[in-house]
């Protein structure tokens, strides 16, 4: 009977470590008021504003100038992956390589276009380096 159990115990959690997706999330930094909505692994998020694109791996939105989609997708390994976000009117657009630690997302631009956001009446770029967290 113990043995039972705790051949079930076991299989529960391996489960849920399986059912763990790094990279399906919604994060936030609060340092630059920044939402970033992903899902690596799949085209499954609907950008605000620009549905009749279809679902797509995601989007950044908050203090920035317009809303940024992910408009592809690689996932190196279970701690990396490079993104390239795109500007709402397709103008612009930016690599970035993400990465997660322990209880954060280091957002690191690579290459491409400087995110910008508005300050008084100026656009000023972000910083190239962004700390988000998970959503609470």
Same mark, same amino acid.
């Given at each position: 009977?113990?043995?039972?159990?705790?051949?079930?115990?076991?299989?529960?959690?391996?489960?849920? +470590?399986?059912?763990?997706?790094?990279? @399906?999330?919604?994060?936030?930094?609060?340092?630059?008021?920044?939402?970033?909505?992903?899902?690596?692994?799949?085209e499954?998020?609907?950008?605000?504003?620009?549905?009749?694109?279809?679902?797509?791996?995601?989007?950044?939105?908050?203090?920035?100038?317009?809303?940024?989609?992910?408009?592809?997708?690689? +996932?190196?390994?279970?701690?990396?992956?490079?993104?390239?976000?795109?500007?709402d009117?397709?103008?612009?657009?930016?690599? +970035?390589?993400?990465?997660?630690?322990?209880?954060?997302?280091?957002?690191?631009? +690579?290459?491409?276009?400087?995110?910008?956001?508005?300050v008084?009446?100026?656009?000023? @770029?972000?910083?190239?380096?962004?700390?988000? @967290?998970?959503?609470?």
């Amino acid at each position: 009977m113990k043995r039972n159990l705790m051949f079930l115990v076991l299989c529960v959690c391996s489960l849920l +470590v399986f059912g763990q997706q790094t990279f @399906k999330a919604d994060l936030s930094c609060k340092e630059e008021n920044l939402h970033l909505v992903i899902d690596l692994y799949a085209e499954s998020i609907n950008v605000p504003g620009m549905e009749m694109f279809g679902p797509m791996h995601g989007y950044l939105n908050g203090n920035v100038y317009g809303i940024w989609s992910i408009t592809s997708a690689k +996932v190196i390994n279970e701690n990396n992956a490079l993104i390239r976000l795109s500007n709402d009117q397709g103008s612009e657009t930016q690599e +970035v390589k993400l990465t997660k630690t322990d209880d954060q997302y280091i957002f690191e631009q +690579v290459d491409g276009v400087s995110i910008k956001k508005v300050v008084g009446k100026k656009l000023v @770029k972000i910083p190239k380096k962004l700390i988000f @967290k998970l959503t609470e």
